[in-house]
């Protein structure tokens, strides 16, 4: 038993973080709705994903570390594992005063961590990494403003927000770094349709996680620089902005992808890369509306949230039925294999 549970352990993804960070931020954008039952039962959930998939992931970087390095050398596994710091970071909004620093802790770490291998990945092999370049890149940027979003929570004081605010600044050329990658390799290595994944909607969440971050900076205005106010606030605004123009052209490159090109609806864990976008957008967009910052127009942001919901409920009954086929296949081949051993 003990030898199975490892290897089951090993064989977790690296981006198996994704329902959890998905699941909160829903979960924070239903609660700003007003619906708060339905807001802490998915957090709840997220909470209850969360804990045994930390215990999985300690337990295969102690025991498969061969595993874990060989991830950290491949671009297109390494930045799955930002999903852990975007869980935490998330999670550490809603938690309790001591398990949110400890939520905190293990971001800080991780996406360090991380950090220092993706640094290492660029100076390996410049060409074949860049070649790799997708919307799954975008993680690293929104691990970090995850840990913004904690400190402004977590230590609303100068000091706690000085560190804040010089991280959130950080991420932004992160994030523009990435997105020349990314259209770079758009450009001279199109992907195919069934290459053409949902990791992309990454770009419009990380867009919308530093607007939010700086939203909450400026929700303690009279705590920063004289100077960083006005710019934060622009910067805010301008980053709504471009998560708002990313929105048609992901849509249409879903219907590309499925329509034109009927690649199969099925569940991928990339799918729950929709999710989250979706869910920080209107978190983003409720907290800019709250302060009256920018005007929603005709859509209210309550709506937002469901239509974030509604994803998310798509999403999990994909994932649920992909398994139980999965299980059924499995159960059919174990079943032929017996007969043929009879």
């Known amino acids: 038993m003990g030898a199975r549970l490892s290897e089951r352990c090993r064989e977790l993804p690296p981006a198996c973080f994704a329902p959890v960070m998905a699941t909160g931020i829903v979960s924070r954008a239903l609660g700003q709705a007003g619906a708060h039952a339905v807001s802490g039962v998915l957090f709840g959930l ?11 992931a300690g337990v295969k970087a102690a025991v498969h570390r061969g595993t874990v390095r060989a991830e950290l050398r491949d671009p297109g596994r390494l930045f799955g594992h930002y999903t852990l710091v975007a869980a935490s970071g998330v999670l550490a909004g809603g938690a309790a005063w001591i398990a949110g620093w400890a939520l905190l802790a293990v971001a800080v770490v991780v996406w360090a961590g991380l950090a220092r291998a993706t640094v290492r990945l660029r100076r390996a092999e410049p060409d074949a990494v860049l070649r790799r370049a997708d919307g799954i890149w975008f993680l690293a940027t929104v691990g970090l403003q995850a840990i913004v979003l904690t400190l402004t929570s977590l230590a609303p004081t100068r000091p706690g927000l000085a560190v804040a605010l010089v991280l959130w600044g950080a991420g932004l050329p992160l994030y523009a770094g990435t997105l020349a990658l990314v259209l770079r390799r758009l450009r001279h290595h199109p992907p195919r349709p069934a290459q053409a994944l949902p990791s992309y909607w990454v770009t419009m969440g990380a867009a919308a996680i530093s607007t939010l971050a700086g939203a909450r900076l400026l929700g303690h205005e009279e705590l920063l620089p004289g100077p960083a106010r006005g710019l934060v606030g622009g910067t805010v605004v301008a980053l709504w ?6 929105i048609p052209p992901l849509v249409t490159a879903g219907v590309w992808r499925h329509v034109r090109h009927r690649v199969p609806f099925a569940y991928e864990p990339t799918l729950w890369c929709v999710v989250f976008p979706l869910g920080m957008y209107a978190t983003a967009t409720a907290q800019l509306a709250g302060e009256h910052r920018i005007d929603t127009g005709a859509v209210p942001h309550g709506l937002l949230a469901w239509l974030a919901l509604s ?3 798509a999403v999990g009954a994909r994932c649920l039925t992909g398994r139980a086929a999965g299980g059924a296949r499995r159960g059919a081949a174990g079943g032929a294999a017996g007969g043929a051993a009879v």
Do not use: M, N, R
Not at 46 to 56: E, G, N, R, S, T
């Open 241 to 246: 902005v471009w998560a708002t123009v990313l």
């Open 46 to 56: 997220a909470a209850a994903l969360y804990v045994p998939l930390l215990a999985a």
């Open 311 to 313: 994803a998310w409920l």
